[in-house]
């Protein structure tokens, strides 16, 4: 699962906290990236993997954003979506998304409380997969190193050994990796899909969520996947 986030904890003028992954298939991030590829050469047909798809700065116009036209970004912002969730993938990808009010979070550490429910809903996912489908795989978390690198490495540590609300996490290989999001393509889409959970709750612009909401983990009709507190 590719992980990033969206807000800020400690900005009082946002409402929301979101932290949001996609789950992939160990063969699929290669398809994906070639479609995110494309996209990204609209912009520099010459050099792509110098374009970074960033939700925030392709939407406002930042980061040198602004000498493209708002709409041929915005377009780039939901082919994105639609080429990370599109049905052709639809076997092999799986959406996390838990959007925090910080009002109702007062005195409690939302950085915990957001990385325990993404992690234990992944690993909720990967015991379904054993125990429904005889499926055994080992998950792996990959965040952008912009994240709190060494807060989510003690988490992680302590919901394997000690527990979390929900029990024990059994169902990681290894403890969550941080990597540079220019150099992940799939770390890019997670940050698209954690913009646009945030615009929808925080702003209520919902054109980006749109496109996402049915890729949620669910089973039985009950979306797990996404926890908005």
């Known amino acids: 699962m590719y992980a990033d986030e969206s807000g800020s904890i400690a900005d009082p003028g946002q409402r929301h906290f979101v932290l949001a992954g996609v789950s992939v298939f160990e063969r699929e991030p290669h398809w994906i990236e070639q479609e995110l590829d494309k996209i990204a050469a609209r912009f520099d047909p010459n050099q792509p993997h110098s374009i970074e798809l960033h939700g925030s700065p392709m939407r406002t116009g930042d980061r040198g954003w602004d000498q493209y036209a708002r709409a041929e970004r915005e377009r780039a912002m939901l082919d994105a979506l639609r080429?990370?969730?599109?049905?052709?993938?639809?076997?092999?990808?799986?959406?996390?998304?838990v959007v925090l009010e910080k009002s109702n979070l007062s005195g409690q550490d939302i950085a915990k409380v957001a990385f325990e429910q993404l992690s234990s809903r992944f690993d909720q996912f990967l015991r379904r997969l054993h125990t429904q489908k005889g499926d055994t795989q080992r998950g792996l978390i990959v965040f952008d190193k912009s994240s709190t690198e060494q807060r989510i490495q003690t988490l992680a540590r302590e919901f394997k050994h000690a527990g979390h609300s929900f029990g024990v996490t059994r169902n990681y290989a290894?403890?969550?990796?941080?990597?540079?999001?220019?150099?992940?393509?799939?770390?890019?889409?997670?940050?698209?899909?954690?913009?646009?959970?945030?615009?929808?709750?925080?702003?209520?612009?919902?054109?980006?969520?749109?496109?996402?909401?049915?890729?949620?983990?669910?089973?039985?009709?009950?979306?797990?996947?996404?926890?908005?507190?």
């Open 83 to 97: 080429a990370g969730v599109s049905d052709r993938h639809a076997r092999f990808v799986r959406l996390f998304g």
């Open 174 to 229: 290894e403890v969550p990796v941080f990597v540079d999001s220019k150099a992940s393509r799939l770390i890019q889409l997670a940050d698209l899909i954690a913009y646009a959970l945030f615009r929808h709750f925080e702003r209520g612009d919902s054109k980006y969520y749109d496109v996402i909401a049915h890729r949620f983990d669910a089973e039985g009709g009950v979306v797990h996947g996404l926890y908005h507190r």
